[in-house]
């Protein structure tokens, strides 16, 4: 493996440092505005066990299990897309592709129509994600195989298909439509320690898998036949690659909801700054991803905006719009 270059890895550290700047950031605006020196003096005070008051509590209670989430989420729908794009060999591919999306969305939507206790909406969202994949899994195979092709379409089916019953179930209960339409549209503001703490584990080891097998997806972009022939158990590795990204993506949405283009636009940043490398693209995803996602709910909840969901969508779509006029002229 070639080293990274000294122009890389500096890229590298500045975007380390965004990624704490922007944690900074985000902890310190709000209603109650506070300034970095006091988020750093709070966070350190939070670290060694002192007593916290005043705006401590803001802190380490309200902001931070609100922006740590925040970083989580975006990490893991970015490595689970470029994932997804590496074995699928399709820029269009995101964590979703498989209809974990659209599970989630139905598991979440019955919770809420039905009128289940908050904590337990979450789990009703992972389980129903969790089932769609499975069910997309065994519709696309072939014996052993899993064609990419027949996923891809597969899973367009089912989430087609789990969409049509969460919108009968919306329409027969529009009292929650409202708490439905937040859910589709992501929300990181009822994230709290527990919900961090239930989401991390998914995605630190969906994630941690896909990064390892950076080496192979490398030699999966070759083709099918020649990756064989350079001893990469290819089946294998696409359902690996399926089940740890829909695990990890499944956790996710459950508990922040539907978040759409972090997952499909911060790979392809990645690739055209650092290069398309398997091994460097995923963790650069992850601290981009993980960025980008705390910025974009910064602004949502202090504009009029509201949903962290339409200002991804706001700020991917003219985005990817750029990139498709780009390779088109290219």
Not at 46 to 62: C, M, T
Not at 94 to 102: E, F, K, M, N, Q
């Amino acid at each position: 493996m070639a080293r990274p270059g000294p122009r890389r890895l500096g890229r590298t550290a500045a975007l380390v440092v965004l990624l704490l700047a922007v944690i900074v950031l985000a902890v310190g605006l709000g209603s109650v505005t506070i300034a970095p020196g006091e988020v750093l003096g709070a966070l350190w005070r939070g670290l060694s066990r002192a007593e916290l008051a005043g705006n401590d509590v803001i802190v380490w209670q309200i902001r931070l299990p609100r922006v740590v989430m925040g970083v989580v989420v975006g990490a893991c729908l970015a490595v689970c897309g470029g994932a997804f794009q590496g074995v699928f060999r399709n820029p269009l591919a995101d964590p979703y592709l498989l209809g974990v999306a659209s599970g989630a969305g139905l598991g979440a939507t019955v919770g809420i129509v039905a009128g289940w206790p908050r904590g337990s909406i979450p789990l009703a969202a992972l389980a129903a994600a969790l089932v769609a994949v499975s069910v997309t899994l065994g519709l696309a195979r072939e014996g052993r195989r899993f064609p990419p092709t027949r996923l891809i379409l597969a899973g367009v089916v089912v989430g087609s298909v789990l969409s049509a019953f969460s919108t009968f179930l919306i329409l027969r209960g529009e009292d929650r439509a409202r708490e439905v339409l937040a859910y589709t549209l992501g929300d990181l503001g009822f994230s709290g320690w527990r919900d961090v703490g239930t989401v991390l584990p998914y995605a630190a080891v969906g994630c941690g898998v896909l990064i390892a097998l950076g080496r192979a997806l490398d030699t999966l972009q070759l083709g099918d036949l020649t990756a064989r022939s350079l001893g990469v158990p290819v089946e294998r590795l696409r359902l690996l690659v399926v089940i740890a990204a829909s695990i990890a993506t499944a956790a996710a949405v459950a508990y922040v909801g539907i978040i759409g283009f972090v997952g499909l636009i911060v790979p392809h940043v990645v690739r055209l700054a650092w290069g398309a490398n398997h091994r460097v693209l995923l963790p650069v995803s992850a601290l981009l991803g993980g960025a980008l996602l705390v910025l974009a709910d910064l602004l949502a909840r202090t504009t009029l905006l509201s949903q962290v969901g339409v200002v991804t969508t706001l700020l991917g779509g003219p985005f990817f719009l750029w990139l498709l006029r780009r390779e088109r002229h290219e």
